[in-house]
């Protein structure tokens, strides 16, 4: 069964400075890959996806993520944070099957410092 | 364009007590599903549907019944409440032809 790990539960970053969250996967074929934000109180939004292709992928809020089949991951990066980006992240993989369901991640919970 | 709306917010219930959430979604997607999401565990899925009429267990569905009458919602049943159930719920709603699922704002759960 597919899983998702997310090592770092709670990051700390100043505000301007490079984030990276990282996100290990289990899965036997081509994942689906996904990373979710979800700010204090609010629902789940997507803020890219990875099915195939460049292993770079952009998202909204100036996110990218990239996948590394050798390492199995597929970390999240923004090369300057803001403090609208505090919230928590969570990686997500799809079973591949017809229901598309997602396995998550535990999470992680950025916060910026001023 | 609503997308993904919950009912209620936010609910307390006594243990043993019934209750529905309902999840409403105009999009016109197929998939729809429920999870919760505890702390320090992500989320994880109870019930899904792939269709009006047809349900399946996610991973874990004890405790829980669900319903899909229209396309458009997804009901969460819980027949008897108990403490363990104290969560946040969320419900999605997905395509069948993309991988993406569009999340609702939640309905915070505390059960006494």
């Known amino acids: 069964a597919q899983s998702v790990t997310q090592p770092d539960i709670h990051i700390t970053v100043s505000e301007g400075a490079s984030l990276e969250l990282r996100c290990n996967y289990s899965y036997g074929a081509t994942p689906y890959l996904f990373w979710y934000v979800q700010s204090p109180g609010q629902g789940l939004q997507l803020l890219l996806k990875?099915?195939?292709?460049?292993?770079l992928v952009q998202g909204i809020k100036g996110f990218e993520a990239e996948f590394k089949r050798s390492q199995s991951s597929f970390n999240l990066r923004k090369p300057s944070v803001h403090w609208s980006d505090a919230a928590e992240y969570f990686c997500?993989?799809?079973?591949?099957?017809?229901?598309?369901?997602?396995?998550f991640g535990q999470g992680t919970r950025l916060t910026i410092n001023p | 364009n609503a997308g993904v709306t919950q009912t209620p917010k936010f609910r307390v219930l006594k243990t043993g007590q019934s209750m529905t959430l309902l999840c409403a979604q105009d999009m016109n997607h197929e998939y729809m599903y429920w999870y919760r999401q505890d702390p320090g565990m992500g989320l994880r899925l109870i019930h899904y549907?792939?269709?009006?009429?047809?349900?399946a267990k996610g991973e874990v569905p004890d405790g829980y019944n669900v319903s899909r009458l229209k396309k458009q919602n997804f009901l969460l049943g819980l027949e008897s409440a108990a403490p363990s159930q104290t969560s946040v719920y969320f419900c999605?709603?997905?395509?069948?032809?993309?991988?993406?699922?569009?999340f609702g704002p939640g309905t915070r759960l505390l059960v006494l």
């Open positions: 549907s792939v269709g009006e009429g047809t349900t």
């Open positions: 990875y099915f195939s292709g460049d292993t």
């Open positions: 999605a709603s997905g395509r069948r032809d993309q991988e993406t699922q569009y």
């Open positions: 997500a993989v799809g079973d591949g099957g017809g229901a598309q369901k997602l396995v």
